[in-house]
């Protein structure tokens, strides 16, 4: 299996991890759970879009917030989730890095557009990274 194809399978996997947990009532333990889930599904959509980038474009990137501008310079995300991704690189920092009941509450408010975003960004990247048929 090749490094995209991998990188592409980790990140639908991950996100499978933090999509089950939509359904489930609230709890505080929901909350760190899912937020936990999002900072490792974030890196792997992130790390598989630098591969995309890398592989299809001859992009060679090495941080989050570039890789999503030039996703959004080469057609892999709109203008709106470009900026929304952003903000999602900006709330997956701040989670690794401090706990606040606040800003835990905030991120957990914003991860059902997140689990929306992560999913169709990680659709146009399973297309462009798709070989081509001839």
């Given amino acids: ?6 990188r592409l399978e980790v990140a639908d996997r991950a996100l499978a991890t933090l999509e089950e947990l939509a359904a489930e009532p ?27 980038l890398q592989q299809h474009f001859g992009v060679e990137l ?3 917030k570039p890789v999503v501008r030039a996703c959004f310079e080469n057609g ?16 997956r920092n701040l989670t690794a890095h401090t706990y ?15 689990r929306v975003l992560l999913r169709r960004w990680l659709q146009r990247l399973a297309q462009a990274g798709a070989p081509s048929r001839s």
Avoid: C, N
């Fill in 1 to 6: 299996m090749d490094r995209l194809t991998r």
């Fill in 26 to 52: 609230f709890s505080p333990l929901l909350r760190d759970a899912s937020i936990q889930r999002f900072e490792y599904t974030f890196e792997a959509v992130w790390k598989a879009a630098q591969a995309v």
């Fill in 62 to 64: 090495a941080s989050p």
């Fill in 76 to 91: 892999l995300l709109t203008e709106e989730e470009a900026r929304q991704a952003l903000a999602m690189v900006d709330h």
């Fill in 100 to 114: 606040d009941e606040a800003l835990a509450e905030a991120i957990f408010a914003a991860l059902p557009g997140y």
